[in-house]
């Protein structure tokens, strides 16, 4: 054991001396890669995502969708979707008509209608007839008189008074046919002509078409009801079959409609004692609602009408006077009244009054042919637009969501773009979209007009995006099956996006792609 010390010692001497095992160097910490910012999505792309996401939703599984929103100063498209497919426009149909009315009228145009004195004048009478050739004036109104459609009549009563004529022993009767055809807008449905919104429309138009009639009911159950026409109160006839109920009884809901012949009326229901209420009925023959206007109106200042209100056309052999020619307010005047309320048997006169000044005539097939040609020169074909009333109301009228943006876009380079414009309703503050898009930033801003039939709802316009441009729009929908605001929703979303973003990221966007 003792010899074996030395051999250990050396051992652990050698050990000692060993050189020590390498140490590898420190590692240094490994850079972390840079982090790649992935670009903002541009307005288009936000756009575009957000109407594939709501599309996809499964309540739109059975609609039918066509969107079109384009910058139309860049010439940029920032979202299509079935945009070249037709669809029914409803009162979008009243962008159309409108802008072939600036086009063809021009926003300084005025209608004209003649009153024409026909016989001689004996004394304080006139042995002979009154004559009125209509022309289609849209302004004898209450909207558009101050509340009282006959002060359009003002300017016949003082002619006569100055000419000393205090009866005439003849008629009223009209002369000329402006507006040939049927009364009626092509393809209307029968079953809505005496609602107010179908009121026929012909060269003479009274109060829109609309009557009213006003029920009061008596003090006790079983009393005489009370009844008022307005504006005009002996016409149409009406026969009042309704009846005053007690209170808190039940009974029969008034209703008024037109009697079997379609010249009087019939009231028959019930009215609580001591209520009241207010029903509204189309005139049917709206020629002779103006002519029965007129001899009241006539009445009321002194001078008797004695012969019957019908229509003579026949005037050959017997002299003939100017009386007086009514003037209505102008086009730039009365396009606020048609688009705002989107006001049916307007529109239905600015185009056929359209087709008059173009070719001569008023019927509904000239104004198609002047409206067609009108929308050709604007590029819009017969493949992008089936144009068959002024209103939209016909359910026969098709239109691309492409041929409403041209159509925005040549009044946009119109010189009356301010009129055409300012004529539409104005989101959150007037007109059919005054409750729609409010406190956002589209309120006060979109200018647009909707359109609605059923499983048809529109809406189509002007917007200016955050950075100032102008967009153009038209979002239309037909075959849903779900509420009208759900349509409404979506097309206020994407209205609201445009107003919030700038438009100028997508131009830029396109042209980089180019």
Same mark, same amino acid.
């Given at each position: 054991?003792? !010899?074996?010390?030395? &051999?250990?010692?050396?051992?652990?001497?050698?050990?000692?001396?060993?050189?020590?095992?390498?140490?590898?160097?420190?590692?240094?910490?490994?850079?972390?890669?840079?982090?790649?910012?992935?670009?903002?999505?541009?307005?288009?792309?936000?756009?575009?995502?957000?109407?594939?996401?709501?599309?996809?939703?499964?309540?739109?599984?059975?609609?039918? *969708?066509?969107?079109? %929103?384009?910058?139309?100063?860049?010439?940029?498209?920032?979202?299509?979707?079935?945009?070249?497919?037709?669809?029914?426009?409803?009162? +979008?149909?009243?962008?159309?008509?409108?802008? %072939?009315?600036?086009?063809?009228?021009?926003?300084?145009?005025? *209608?004209?209608?003649? &009153?024409?004195?026909?016989?001689?004048?004996?004394?304080?009478?006139?042995?002979?007839?009154?004559?009125? !050739?209509?022309?289609?004036?849209?302004?004898?109104?209450?909207?558009?008189?101050?509340?009282?459609?006959?002060?359009?009549?003002?300017?016949?009563?003082?002619?006569?008074?100055?000419?000393?004529?205090?009866?005439?022993?003849?008629?009223?009767?009209?002369?000329? /046919?402006?507006?040939?055809?049927?009364?009626?807008?092509?393809? *209307?449905?029968?079953?809505?002509?005496?609602?107010?919104?179908?009121?026929?429309?012909?060269?003479?138009?009274?109060?829109?078409?609309?009557?009213?009639?006003?029920?009061?009911?008596?003090?006790?159950?079983?009393?005489?009801?009370?009844?008022?026409?307005?504006?005009?109160?002996?016409?149409?006839?009406? &026969?009042?079959?309704?009846?005053?109920?007690?209170?808190?009884?039940?009974?029969?809901?008034?209703?008024?409609?037109? /009697?079997?012949?379609?010249?009087?009326?019939?009231?028959?229901?019930?009215?609580?004692?001591?209520?009241?209420?207010?029903?509204?009925?189309?005139?049917?023959?709206?020629?002779?609602?103006?002519? !029965?206007? $007129?001899?009241?109106?006539?009445?009321?200042?002194?001078?008797?009408?004695?012969?019957?209100?019908?229509?003579?056309?026949?005037?050959?052999?017997?002299?003939?006077?100017?009386?007086?020619?009514?003037?209505?307010?102008?086009?730039?005047?009365?396009?606020?009244?048609?688009?705002?309320?989107?006001?049916?048997?307007?529109?239905?006169?600015?185009?056929?009054?359209?087709?008059?000044?173009?070719?001569?005539?008023?019927?509904?097939?000239?104004?198609?042919?002047?409206?067609?040609?009108?929308?050709?020169?604007?590029?819009?074909?017969?493949?992008?637009?089936?144009?068959?009333?002024?209103?939209?109301?016909? @359910?026969?009228?098709?239109?691309?969501?492409?041929?409403?943006?041209?159509?925005?876009?040549?009044?946009?380079?119109?010189?009356?773009?301010? &009129?055409?414009?300012?004529?539409?309703?104005?989101?959150?503050?007037?007109?059919?979209?005054?409750?729609?898009?409010?406190?956002?930033?589209?309120?006060?801003?979109?200018?647009?007009?909707?359109?609605?039939?059923?499983?048809? @709802?529109?809406?189509?316009?002007?917007?200016?995006?955050?950075?100032?441009?102008?967009?153009?729009?038209?979002?239309?929908? +037909?075959?849903?099956?779900?509420?009208?605001?759900?349509?409404?929703?979506?097309?206020? $979303?994407?209205?609201?996006?445009?107003?919030?973003?700038?438009?100028?990221?997508?131009?830029?966007?396109?042209?980089?792609?180019?």
């Amino acid at each position: 054991m003792v !010899a074996a010390l030395p &051999l250990l010692a050396a051992g652990c001497a050698r050990a000692v001396r060993a050189p020590a095992s390498p140490v590898p160097p420190a590692r240094p910490e490994p850079t972390p890669p840079p982090i790649s910012m992935a670009p903002a999505p541009t307005t288009r792309q936000r756009l575009q995502g957000v109407l594939d996401s709501v599309l996809a939703a499964p309540m739109w599984r059975n609609a039918r *969708w066509g969107v079109l %929103i384009v910058d139309p100063v860049a010439g940029d498209t920032l979202v299509s979707h079935d945009a070249d497919r037709l669809f029914m426009p409803a009162s +979008n149909q009243k962008l159309l008509t409108g802008a %072939i009315a600036v086009e063809r009228l021009g926003p300084d145009y005025r *209608w004209r209608t003649p &009153l024409l004195l026909q016989g001689r004048q004996r004394g304080d009478r006139w042995v002979g007839t009154l004559l009125v !050739a209509g022309g289609g004036d849209p302004t004898v109104s209450d909207a558009l008189q101050g509340g009282d459609a006959r002060r359009a009549f003002a300017p016949v009563v003082a002619a006569l008074q100055a000419r000393g004529i205090a009866r005439i022993t003849g008629d009223v009767a009209t002369v000329g /046919d402006a507006f040939p055809g049927a009364t009626a807008g092509y393809g *209307w449905a029968y079953d809505d002509f005496d609602e107010p919104y179908s009121a026929a429309v012909d060269e003479l138009l009274f109060n829109e078409g609309v009557h009213t009639v006003w029920v009061w009911g008596g003090r006790r159950p079983g009393a005489r009801v009370h009844v008022e026409q307005r504006p005009t109160a002996g016409y149409p006839p009406l &026969l009042v079959r309704a009846t005053t109920r007690a209170r808190d009884a039940a009974g029969a809901p008034l209703q008024l409609a037109h /009697d079997s012949t379609g010249t009087g009326l019939l009231l028959t229901g019930t009215v609580a004692a001591g209520d009241s209420a207010r029903l509204t009925v189309a005139y049917r023959h709206p020629n002779d609602a103006w002519r !029965a206007a $007129l001899r009241e109106t006539l009445a009321d200042a002194g001078i008797a009408v004695n012969g019957r209100a019908v229509a003579r056309r026949d005037t050959a052999g017997r002299p003939i006077d100017t009386l007086v020619v009514l003037e209505s307010a102008p086009l730039a005047q009365v396009l606020p009244r048609v688009q705002k309320p989107s006001q049916n048997q307007l529109a239905e006169l600015l185009f056929r009054t359209s087709g008059l000044a173009a070719s001569g005539s008023g019927s509904p097939d000239s104004a198609r042919a002047v409206a067609q040609r009108t929308l050709a020169a604007w590029g819009v074909t017969a493949a992008d637009a089936a144009y068959r009333d002024g209103s939209g109301l016909s @359910r026969h009228d098709y239109v691309t969501p492409r041929a409403v943006v041209k159509v925005l876009d040549a009044m946009r380079r119109h010189a009356a773009f301010d &009129l055409f414009r300012q004529a539409l309703p104005l989101a959150g503050v007037d007109g059919t979209i005054a409750n729609r898009l409010k406190g956002t930033a589209a309120e006060g801003n979109a200018q647009a007009k909707t359109g609605t039939l059923d499983k048809a @709802r529109a809406l189509s316009g002007y917007v200016v995006a955050a950075d100032g441009r102008l967009a153009l729009f038209s979002l239309l929908a +037909n075959n849903f099956t779900v509420p009208n605001r759900e349509v409404e929703r979506v097309q206020d $979303l994407l209205v609201r996006l445009l107003a919030e973003l700038p438009l100028a990221d997508a131009a830029a966007a396109g042209a980089r792609g180019k």
